[in-house]
């Protein structure tokens, strides 16, 4: 894995609006991206907090996109603003006409740099705005190849704490601690996107993801949902992504005829057992169906099939090809 690094900014300390989740939040981020699940290194993270000014934030942001990285990541959590002229990262030493580092500024410094993925996660107030800048006389961001960004909030909404952490990244937070991850355990942008966007369907703020990626890096790895031993054997059992394996009996392990209850041939052979015990950890995480029943269990003891969902066709496909 090459080089991965990011910049994880969290700014309470306004002197006449302070704030006080979002030092919280920047350590919350760290800790989680600093580090896969099974504590393998992950990102080299530059924590940044409470900066002073803008001239200080700016640069930053210049550092965090320099060079050639694999992954250049920027988080952001605190004050935005937006006027009749464009949207803002806020810094203590704000004043009137001069609020801080400006959205324009963060996305040019991304689409500039020669990192081969550039993210952008901004978590404050009116951060949606810089999903519409306008840098080449069209209605929509000029995002260039590699680029993706995430922020809390639509362009004219505000942004939520609650407990300690602001809404979008508490729930970011859940989303790299595994809850936006696939089956093979890797949470990408998208994913996290997903997770988050599904749970603020109450809430008034609403995300925004935009990006220009042919396609995602794993932010974070953590444990598979299914061990990848257990998934690779779909390729096995399933002769092609129509296939429908059929079951009998003698796969369910409880047909024992030392079983007191009611028992019928062909009893539980080890090996039918075995390829049962994989086959209902995949139907676990939705890759396997039972036919004609409700449940793996009744679709073996009444001889019926199980066949791969759609999703279940698409991890069948990544196998066959390799890739998993």
């Known amino acids: ?49 409470n900066i002073a000014t803008k001239g200080e934030l700016r640069g930053l942001i210049e550092k965090c996109f320099e060079g050639d990285a694999d992954v250049a990541l920027f988080y952001y959590s605190g004050h935005g603003h937006i006027n009749s002229v464009g949207g803002y990262l806020v810094t203590p030493d ?52 590699g680029v993706t960004i995430m922020t809390a909030s639509r362009n004219n909404q505000t942004s939520m704490e609650v407990d300690g952490h602001g809404v979008f990244t508490a729930l970011l937070l859940e989303a790299l601690k595994g809850g936006a991850a696939d089956v093979t355990g890797h949470i990408s942008i998208a994913g996290v996107y997903a997770f988050i966007d599904k749970a603020l369907g109450p809430w008034a703020q609403r995300p925004i993801f935009k990006t220009n990626v042919t396609r995602f890096t794993s932010l974070r790895e953590v ?83 199980c066949e791969l969902t759609a999703v279940g066709k698409q991890y069948w496909r990544l196998v066959k090809e390799g890739r998993i």
């Open 1 to 49: 894995m090459g080089e991965r690094k990011a910049l994880v900014v969290g700014i309470d300390n306004y002197l006449t609006c302070p704030l006080h989740g979002c030092c919280n939040d920047s350590e919350a981020i760290k800790d989680l991206l600093s580090n896969h699940g099974n504590g393998d290194p992950n990102f080299s993270v530059w924590k940044k907090d």
């Open 94 to 145: 704000f004043s009137e006409y001069d609020y801080g580092v400006s959205l324009q500024e963060v996305l040019t410094i991304a689409n500039n740099s020669k990192c081969k993925e550039r993210i952008i996660i901004l978590d404050s107030c009116y951060s949606g705005f810089m999903g519409s800048i306008d840098t080449a006389g069209q209605n929509t961001a000029n995002i260039n190849e």
């Open 223 to 305: 444990k598979p949902q299914v061990d990848i031993s257990v998934l690779r054997k779909i390729g096995t059992y399933f002769e092609t992504e129509d296939f429908r394996y059929c079951l009998d009996p003698s796969f369910e392990p409880t047909n024992k005829i030392e079983e007191i209850h009611k028992v019928v041939e062909p009893y539980a052979n080890a090996e039918n057992v075995a390829i049962f015990a994989d086959l209902q950890k995949l139907e676990g995480i939705g890759l396997v169906v039972p036919i004609g029943e409700e449940h793996m269990y009744f679709a073996a003891m009444n001889s019926k099939s």
